[in-house]
């Protein structure tokens, strides 16, 4: 039975992976949550959780958070055997404990993905995400000098989509979700937001030739067309940019077999 909200008897048990460090073995461990208030955040439990076990002298449970907004991304891990847990376009930090039943066991654990090792307990490191950023997620530009905005029309839609993908925020769900561990969603929304404003063109052959590039070697799997990354995606990301960016790159391939990538270009959409 779900309980009052205005409530403070919501009880669960909490099952977490609990791993010391990348090279200890790791193992499910039951906590018992009680005396929640069902309006509570997931994270808000995990820190009673916390504070218990900081008073019982044991090593607290390892999470990342920082904003705890659905802005920053940080607060990735796995509840109930889906990355970020119930509901759609949310990330763990906005998953409420009303989502669950009282009584309810919830399994929660790392992202698991061989480009995401595990630092400790549910925490991952997703450097790889960086990397690939770093390979070509921006554009080269004078700053300090901004023109006017209307000086460079951009055509709605195309203002939208960019909006659209840009909202991602790097949480790595998409990985977590993927049966093969593909970041194309991730790197999909990064080379299409720059990708289809004006802005991005004078690099757009390189960037997403870069970042396909980096991606591959950072060990992430590739796309079957299985969309689980979009049903998963706090920002709800659709996979059509992933066929985008597969044009964007066999475009820019064939264009780099035959002129020096540094000067290729290309128009938007
Ligand atoms: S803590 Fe920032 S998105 Fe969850």
Redesign the pocket.
């Known amino acids: 039975m779900v309980a009052n909200n205005s409530t403070k008897n919501f009880s669960v048990t909490l099952r977490v992976w609990r791993q010391a460090g990348p090279d200890q073995p790791g193992r499910f461990v039951d906590y018992p949550a009680t005396n929640l208030n069902p309006n509570m955040s997931f994270?808000e439990m995990l820190d009673v959780v916390n504070d218990e076990l900081t008073v019982k002298g044991e090593e607290p449970i390892a999470f990342?958070?920082?904003?705890?907004?659905?802005?920053?991304?940080?607060?990735?891990c796995t509840i109930n055997g889906k990355p970020h847990g119930p509901g759609k376009g949310v990330?763990?930090?906005?998953v409420y404990l009303r989502s669950f039943k009282d009584g309810d066991t919830i399994v929660v654990e790392p992202f698991r993905a061989r480009a995401f090792p595990l630092v400790k307990d549910l925490i991952t490191d997703r450097e790889a995400f960086d990397k690939i950023q770093q390979a070509g997620g921006f554009i080269s530009v004078r700053t300090g000098a901004a023109q006017d905005a209307n000086a460079i029309p951009v055509p709605k839609e195309d203002a939208d989509l960019a909006m659209d993908a840009a909202a991602c925020?790097g949480?790595g769900a998409c990985v977590a979700a993927c049966k093969n561990a593909s970041a194309m969603l991730f790197v999909a929304a990064k080379v299409s937001h720059l990708g289809l404003m004006p802005q991005g063109q004078p690099e757009r052959d390189k960037r997403v030739l870069a970042m396909v590039q980096t991606m591959d070697e950072a060990g992430f799997g590739n796309c079957t067309n299985q969309y689980e990354c979009s049903a998963v995606c706090?920002k709800l990301i659709s996979h059509d940019f992933i066929a985008r960016m597969n044009r964007d790159y066999i475009g820019a391939l064939f264009r780099s077999k035959f002129k020096p990538v540094s000067h290729a270009s290309g128009g938007a959409g």
């Open positions: 994270l990342a958070h920082d904003c705890r907004e659905g802005i920053c991304g940080t607060c990735s990330a763990t930090c906005q925020i949480c706090p």
